[in-house]
């Protein structure tokens, strides 16, 4: 849920002019060139779109982390040798060739 909350900022970064003036300024500090476009914008009709598209991600986004633990209790369980397991994302000669 948090990188879909991530994505989204990018989108809406342009709406916020106290935040787009002092991204500006530390670029300017840092002697970094930035865009003549990267400018504050006001609300309009994508600024409409932009947050209706941020809130249906984030309620999606909820929505997928609340099935979760259904979707894991449907998984058989893991079986290991000697403690290391096959799902541990290891190819399986790391397995066989594990010391103990």
Known sequence: MNMV???TV?????YDKDMVLSIRA??????????????PKSIDAFWFIVVGISLASLIWAYWQSRREPEMMDTMP???GIKGVFHGSGMPPTAVKSHPE
């Open 5 to 7: 909350a991530i994505l």
């Open 10 to 14: 990018p989108l809406l970064i342009v």
């Open 26 to 39: 530390k670029a300017l500090s840092l002697n970094h060139p930035m865009p003549e476009s990267f400018q």
């Open 77 to 79: 369980p893991a079986t």
